[in-house]
T-cell receptor, first 110, second 113 residues
Framework: SQQGEEDPQALSIQEGENATMNCSYK?????LQWYRQNSGRGLVHLIL?????REKHSGRLRVTLDTSKKSSSLLITASRAADTASYFC??????????FGAGTTVTVRA | NAGVTQTPKFRVLKTGQSMTLLCAQD?????MYWYRQDPGMGLRLIHY???????AKGEVPDGYNVSRLKKQNFLLGLESAAPSQTSVYFC????????????FGPGTRLTVL
């Protein structure tokens, strides 16, 4: 069964605004990863946060992890049209297999 | 360095036909995976391999078989296709030296009529 669940399912924002999406999971993890999927393409790795980390930054991305609540959030700041995509969280329980959520579809309006 | 490639990109099958999807990676990764992606359901793991000559079942293995005869290739077979197997199939690989991220292929869109 899928471990992660993203919220919201869809998000529409104006260019320049921030986009925040959340991921909740059920079991203990080694790390949590976020991937982006542009329409009709494969997934691209964005950022990874380990279970002993609480926050991580990469460019315009900020990820937080709360293991007590089994939840994570992905923030994209100053969004651009090119950020229009689906975003998936994936949990790694340390068995070399990822469990993906259903994703959040982000639309950035010009 | 092509990364992960998949063949074919698109395919239409009739119910009962068989086919093989090919995944190739040139990163010398030990682990390879086959996922299917259906609308609103994210990616679900079909089968995976932790090394040449080994395969294991994932979350949704029924109706599929796999083989990993060479380290760089991972084949997904459908012996008797069913409309429920209409989906987009993604291959991914992961290596011990590449950190914890998986590298994905571009996908194969399969329609079973």
């Amino acid at each position: 069964s899928q471990q992660g669940e993203e919220d919201p399912q869809a998000l529409s924002i104006q260019e320049g605004e921030n986009a925040t999406m959340n991921c909740s999971y059920k079991t203990s993890i080694n790390n949590l990863q976020w991937y982006r999927q542009n329409s009709g393409r494969g997934l691209v790795h964005l950022i990874l946060i380990r279970s002993n980390e609480r926050e991580k930054h990469s460019g315009r991305l900020r990820v937080t992890l709360d293991t007590s609540k089994k939840s994570s959030s992905l923030l994209i700041t100053a969004s651009r049209a090119a950020d229009t995509a689906s975003y998936f969280c994936a949990t790694d329980p340390n068995d070399y297999k990822l469990s993906f959520g259903a994703g959040t579809t982000v639309t950035v309006r010009a | 360095n092509a990364g992960v490639t998949q063949t074919p990109k698109f395919r239409v099958l009739k119910t009962g036909q068989s086919m093989t999807l090919l995944c190739a990676q040139d990163m010398n990764h030990e682990y390879m995976y086959w996922y299917r992606q259906d609308p609103g359901m994210g990616l679900r793991l079909i089968h995976y391999s932790v090394g040449e000559g080994t395969t294991a079942k994932g979350e949704v293995p029924d109706g599929y078989n796999v083989s990993r005869l060479k380290k760089q290739n991972f084949l997904l077979g459908l012996e008797s296709a069913a409309p429920s197997q209409t989906s987009v199939y993604f291959c991914a690989s992961w290596g011990l030296v590449s950190g914890d991220e998986q590298f994905f292929g571009p996908g194969t869109r399969l329609t079973v009529l």
